[in-house]
C-alpha cells in the first residue's frame, strides 16, 4: 500500500493483478481486431477481385491464392473505355462546393444560435432541430419542382447548381446541431473578454471560434464529404445531364449493361470507395476528436 496527501490509501497491483489486467486488455484487443479483420474482408475481396481476369473470376473464388494472376487491365477499361475518369471528375466538382457550402453556412449559423442574441432564436433553433426529422426523400419532387419553375433560365438541373444547392438544403439541420452543440461549450469569458476590447462578432468567429472549433468542424466536413460522394439517390434526380454524371450513377449504368462483368464493376467500385479511404484517415485525427471534443471539455 501507499499513503497519499490527505490520507488517501491506494493498493499496489499485486503481480497477479498485474496479470489479470494484461489479459484482459489482451481480449479487447483480440475482439477489436477480429471484429476489423471482418469488416476488412470484403473491402480485401473486392480490391483483389478488381485484379483479377474474367476467366479467373468466373472460375475461382478471390481467395484461391494458388490460382492468383494480377492484372491492372480492368481499371484500365473501365477509365477509359467506360468513361469512369470523366464520372471520377464529375464526383469531385460535385462533393467538393456541396462539403464546403454546408460547412460555412453551418459553421456561421452555429455561431448565431450559440453567441448572439436576436429574436426567436431558440424558436429558430428548436425548427431546424425539428427538420432532423423530416425525411429528405420527401421534399424530392417540391425541390426539383421549384428548379425547373422558379428558375426556368437558369436550368440547374442541366449542370452542378441543383445538386450543390440540394446537398447544402438537406445538410444544413445537421450540420448546424451538431457544431451548435461543440460551440457553446467554448468558455463564455473567452467570447465576453474579446466583446469588451471591441471586437466585432465577425472578428470573434474568424480569430476565435474557428481555429478552437477545427476538430468539430473537420469532423462535419468528414460526414458530409462522405455522404456526398457515395450519395447516388440525390445524384439520381437532380443530375440529368448524362455528362455530369457521377461515379455512383456510372457504376449503376456499368451495373445495367454489363452484369456479369464483375471484373469491371470490381474495379469501379473500387475507384469509388478509395477518395473516402485516403480522406477518412488522412483525416481521422480530427474526426475522433471532433467526435469526443464535447465530452472533453
Not at 176 to 193: G, K, Q, S, V
Request: charged letters at 10%; glycine letters at 8%; a positive charge.
Amino acid at each position: 500500500m501507499s499513503v497519499l496527501a490527505g490520507g488517501v490509501v491506494h493498493a499496489r497491483p499485486t503481480p497477479a493483478g498485474r496479470i489479470v489486467a494484461a489479459l484482459n486488455r489482451t481480449v479487447i484487443h483480440v475482439g477489436l481486431a477480429l471484429i476489423g479483420l471482418i469488416w476488412l474482408v470484403p473491402t480485401l475481396g473486392l480490391l483483389v477481385t478488381s485484379f483479377r481476369p474474367r476467366s479467373d473470376i468466373q472460375s475461382t473464388g478471390w481467395w484461391d491464392i494458388f490460382n492468383l494472376h494480377l492484372t491492372a487491365e480492368n481499371y484500365r477499361q473501365v477509365l477509359e473505355a467506360q468513361g469512369m475518369l470523366q464520372a471520377f471528375a464529375n464526383t469531385v466538382f460535385i462533393a467538393v462546393p456541396s462539403t464546403l457550402l454546408p460547412l460555412g453556412i453551418c459553421a456561421l449559423a452555429a455561431y448565431a444560435f450559440s453567441w448572439m442574441r436576436f429574436p426567436f432564436r431558440d424558436t429558430l433553433f428548436l425548427i431546424v432541430v425539428g427538420l432532423l426529422m423530416v425525411p429528405v426523400q420527401v421534399a424530392f419532387i417540391p425541390v426539383l419542382t421549384g428548379f425547373r419553375e422558379l428558375v426556368p433560365g437558369l436550368e440547374l438541373t442541366k449542370g452542378y447548381g441543383a445538386v450543390w444547392l440540394a446537398h447544402t438544403a438537406f445538410a444544413l439541420p445537421f450540420g448546424i446541431f451538431l457544431l451548435r452543440n461543440f460551440f457553446i461549450t467554448l468558455p463564455p469569458d473567452m467570447i465576453e473578454a474579446a466583446r469588451i476590447d471591441g471586437a466585432s462578432d465577425a472578428w470573434i468567429f474568424r480569430k476565435i471560434v474557428v481555429p478552437v472549433s477545427v476538430p468539430a468542424i473537420a469532423a462535419y466536413g468528414i460526414f458530409q464529404f462522405l455522404w456526398v460522394w457515395n450519395d447516388l439517390l440525390m445524384a439520381l434526380v437532380f443530375v440529368q445531364d448524362a455528362s455530369k454524371f457521377p461515379m455512383t450513377r456510372a457504376i449503376q449504368n456499368l451495373l445495367s449493361q454489363y452484369g456479369t462483368e464483375w471484373h469491371l464493376l470490381a474495379a469501379g467500385a473500387f475507384l469509388l470507395m478509395i477518395v473516402p479511404l485516403i480522406v477518412f484517415f488522412s483525416l481521422q485525427r480530427y474526426f475522433v476528436q471532433g467526435l469526443l471534443a464535447g465530452s472533453i471539455k
